[in-house]
């Protein structure tokens, strides 16, 4: 499975409180919806920065399951696909990133909202790529099940 990704840039939405730096490319799935009605989110792994707004070609490895105070919060973690970036192309899963990579991704979304008031998040565990696939589908039908005139416009 291939995906267009969107991402945003190397840090996460403007209403973050904290200093720390997301340790990978951040952005989303376009035509998707996730459970709390935005797009699905991604990490796209590599060691260059992207411009923001711009789209990649990568596949899913895994996803970071969380919730936060307003659900599901789950992080779809994505490599670029080999014509665009070959040096993930025997990455299978996440479980093959460093260690150190997780626990950077992990540290970042433990604290992120640690400065805002009444909000929350609880790291669930990673999970592999097939369920990062499946929480991407989801997301597509979810999109396709909302009338055009009530989807986001991302």
Request: proline share 9%; glycine share 6%.
């Amino acid at each position: 499975m291939s995906l267009d990704l969107v991402p945003t840039g190397r840090d996460v939405p403007n209403d973050i409180n904290v200093i720390i730096e997301i340790p990978s490319n951040y952005g989303y799935v376009p035509h998707t919806l996730s459970g709390d009605g935005d797009p699905v989110d991604v990490l796209v792994v590599m060691p260059l920065p992207l411009v923001p707004g711009c789209v990649i070609r990568c596949r899913p490895v895994g996803l970071l399951a969380m919730k936060d105070d307003s659900g599901e919060d789950t992080k779809i973690v994505a490599v670029p696909l080999d014509s665009v970036f070959p040096a993930y192309r025997a990455l299978e899963e996440v479980r093959d990133l460093p260690q150190l990579t997780l626990e950077r991704i992990t540290h970042f979304f433990e604290h992120y909202k640690d400065l805002e008031k009444g909000k929350w998040v609880r790291i669930e565990g990673w999970q592999d790529a097939a369920a990062a696939r499946r929480e991407i589908l989801a997301g597509v039908q979810r999109f396709k099940a909302t009338p055009a005139q009530e989807r986001p416009r991302f």
